[in-house]
């Protein structure tokens, strides 16, 4: 099972939308372990928005729309 989601960030009125197959260890990820990058930059991210899908590419082709 996949996930794409929809983070938001209200302190920078930022969004990012991502996809994994482990949603929540990936936003944990996003608020308190990365080091670098996009994400680290806005915190704190609130989801917003969550879509499951069965396969990687229904996940990825969803992610770019």
């Not at 936003?27 to 990687?56: A, D, M």
Request: aromatic content about 24%; hydrophobic content about 35%; proline content about 2%.
């Amino acid at each position: 099972m996949y996930t794409v989601y929809v983070l938001y960030s209200f302190t920078s009125k930022k969004l990012y939308t991502g996809f994994s197959s482990d949603f929540i260890t990936r936003f944990h990820f996003h608020n308190e372990k990365s080091t670098k990058g996009f994400t680290k930059k806005f915190r704190p991210w609130y989801c917003i928005h969550v879509e499951f899908f069965q396969l990687i590419k229904e996940a990825m082709s969803r992610e770019k729309t």
